[in-house]
């Protein structure tokens, strides 16, 4: 039983989620139109795809010893009894749109990007949030390592776009089916005679299900006892040795420079060769702008034909954390005044006037005295403050940066704030 005169409970937002508030919201719109036109140019169409999907999308690439799975995955039942997931990363929604859509069969190349929300019940810390967002591209269809080369230079000019600089381009290759399974039987081996020099999770799961993991382990102890473990790059077969070759030389070409990583690695079986990380020099482990690979099984396991596929993804909270912020442009460009009560239906119909011609303005609100509505007008960010009078009094107009005032006619303070082109009245 609440208290009598209780008042009702306040009700915030989930831990581990974020409201983005106009200031913000005005430079994320900035960023995803800066990315839509960069991924536009290298060739992406945009896919939108649901943040709901059937949860064996996602368990059954993941596999059950993954930590998305066992600890991160949003999983529920609908009313109907249906097995649902909120998607935990990119990638799958847009291989399963791909097969559904029989996008394959349609010819050419296809190269997909999406921008959206992603969730993760994941321990809330600084820059992580268990709804963040991402944006990534996916390309279908071309095996070539000039595909490579090409969707991480496109990963470059989206961090240059948005001013994002210093960070170092780390490369491996995961091998492929011809050679990664002996490799990873004799690496199981070299680990398990060290796995008690191991973390938990390294001794146990990653040697079991995913050994190749214990390689990208963050923890100090693991990256000492593995330091000497033999590598795949000793061990690729020819076809992913020049797969290898060819992909430097055309990241070469391109003038973009990479470091090897030989700890680099991606756990799951539909990985295949190439992958890669970009790291801001000044980052911690946990600092990642930009991750991804080639996944050339991924379509054929979630019951596609075949299909060579790359990309990658990027949050993009962490991107615009590490861009310079933007100077933001003045949202509203007048605000409108009424100087004496009665002259504000004078002021409401101006203001209409003003919007209809394409100018973004804000009115002083009505009953509000004339030293109240000019505090309004100085902080809302506006670039002119509009005066009006009773009867047909000409219009004050002031530059708020210079505070230079005139007075115009209506017609002609229209004119001057409309747009070029905007049609007026
Ligand atoms: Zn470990
Ligand atoms: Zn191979």
């Not at 002083?364 to 009006?388: D, I, M």
């Amino acid at each position: 039983m609440p208290e009598p005169n209780s008042r009702p409970r306040k009700i915030q937002s989930v831990r581990g989620t974020h409201d983005l508030l106009p200031v913000e919201a005005a430079r994320w719109h900035a960023a995803e139109l800066t990315i839509r036109g960069v991924l536009a140019r290298y060739g992406f169409g945009e896919v939108r795809t649901p943040v709901f999907e059937e949860a064996d999308l996602f368990r059954r690439p993941l596999g059950e010893g993954s930590d998305v799975v066992a600890k991160e995955l949003y999983e529920f039942t609908d009313k109907g009894g249906d097995r649902l997931a909120l998607r935990p990363e990119g990638t799958a929604p847009v291989v399963r749109a791909f097969i559904e859509h029989s996008l394959h069969q349609q010819g050419g190349r296809h190269k997909l990007f999406y921008l959206g929300p992603i969730f993760r019940y994941d321990r809330p810390q600084k820059g992580r949030y268990r709804q963040h967002h991402q944006v990534g591209v996916e390309a279908f269809g071309n095996g070539a390592p000039s595909q490579d080369a090409e969707v991480m230079a496109a990963g470059d000019a989206v961090l240059a776009s948005l001013g994002v600089t210093g960070y170092e381009r780390r490369i491996n290759t995961n091998g492929d089916p011809a050679c990664r399974p002996a490799y990873e039987t004799a690496l199981r081996a070299w680990v398990a005679e060290r796995k008690d020099r191991l973390c938990r999770d390294c001794a146990g799961p990653r040697l079991e299900h995913n050994v190749m993991r214990v390689l990208d382990c963050k923890v100090e102890s693991c990256r000492t006892a593995t330091a000497d473990a033999p590598r795949l790059m000793d061990h690729l077969c020819p076809a992913c040795r020049t797969h290898h070759d060819a992909v430097l030389s055309c990241l070469r070409t391109l003038g973009i420079e990479v470091v090897p990583d030989p700890r680099l690695v991606r756990g799951f079986d539909y990985y295949s060769r190439t992958c890669f990380e970009y790291v801001p020099h000044d980052a911690g482990q946990q600092g990642t702008l930009l991750g991804g690979g080639r996944y050339d099984g991924l379509v054929e396991l979630l019951g596609g034909p075949a299909t060579p596929a790359v990309g990658w993804g990027m949050g993009l909270e962490r991107v615009l954390a590490a861009a310079p912020a933007a100077p933001s442009a003045a949202a509203l460009t007048a605000y409108v005044l009424s100087t004496a009560p009665a002259a504000f239906g004078r002021a409401l119909a101006l203001a209409q006037a003003l919007r209809r011609a394409g100018v973004a303005c804000e009115l002083g609100a009505e009953g509000k005295s004339l030293n109240s509505q000019l505090r309004a007008s100085g902080t809302c960010g506006a670039a002119w403050a509009v005066f009006v009078g009773e009867g047909a009094s000409p219009i004050g107009l002031k530059d708020l940066a210079t505070h230079a005032q005139e007075d115009l006619p209506e017609a002609e303070l229209l004119r001057r704030l409309a747009p070029p082109g905007a049609v007026i009245g």
